[in-house]
Each structure stands twice: as C-alpha cells, then as structure tokens.
C-alpha cells in the first residue's frame, strides 16, 4: 500500500521560513517524480513545485522561484520543500504527490498550468501565515 504522509506544517508569521516534509512508503522514490502542491479555501490546488523522475532538475512556479527549495532524500524515501520569506498570501494546505516516470513535461505542466496527474497523494499539511 503506497502512502504518503506530509508534515512540518505550522503557523509562522509573515517573511518566515518552513520546512515541510512528505515521507514515502510502499513505492521508492527512485522510479518516481516528485511534486509540491498548495490548496486554499474555494481554488483549486496549484503545482508549487516538481522534481521529475529522471534527473534532479527542479521546477518551481514563478511565486515560488528563490524562495522555495524542493529535494528528496532517497535513503529515507523522503522529499522536502524548504520555504522561506512566507508573505501573508501563502498560507493554505501543502501537498505532496508522486508519479511513476514523470519527467519534465509533468513538471511543466505543474508549475505552469494546472493540467497535472499524479498517481497518489498524501492527506495534505496546513501552513498559515499570520503576525
């Protein structure tokens, strides 16, 4: 049974930095492409962030360039997105998903629109901003 399992998500204030984590279990993250999403109230989730499978290229959306960093750690079958300068606008709920092969035009299409597949999610981690 694969699952993922996000945490680190917590209420910091505005210009703050955050580290989530999404841990991986019953795939390994070697075959698999890696994304970051963020999901408010009313909207749909949006592509934060992807590392596809084949290489360690990252991809970001253009709210996130120099600000967030995404990587993977495959001995713990982990991936991670380092968040900092957290304006008042980012709070919402992160997810983490993977997909078997996924190679750029996943990333593209995750960082650039909103058309995206993914084979499986984790139950998300709530991140808010707030002075």
């Known amino acids: 049974q694969v699952q993922l399992v996000e945490s680190g998500g ?3 204030q505005p210009g703050g930095s ?3 984590s999404c841990e991986v279990s019953g795939v390994s993250l070697g075959e698999y492409a890696i994304g970051w999403f963020r999901q408010v109230p009313g909207k749909k989730r949006a592509g934060v962030s992807c590392m596809p499978s084949s ?6 959306r253009d709210s996130g360039k120099g ?3 995404i990587s993977r750690d495959m001995s713990k079958n982990t991936i991670y997105l380092q968040m900092k ?3 008042p606008e980012d709070p919402g709920r992160y997810y983490c998903a993977t997909k078997l092969s996924g190679g750029w035009p996943l990333c593209i ?3 650039q629109s909103d058309e995206y597949e993914y084979d499986y999610w984790g139950q998300g981690t709530q991140v ?3 002075s």
């Open 10 to 12: 917590a209420v910091v």
């Open 18 to 20: 955050l580290r989530l």
């Open 55 to 60: 290489d360690s290229s990252t991809w970001y």
């Open 67 to 69: 600000r967030f960093i």
């Open 85 to 87: 300068s957290l304006p």
């Open 109 to 111: 299409a995750t960082t």
């Open 128 to 130: 808010t901003v707030s």
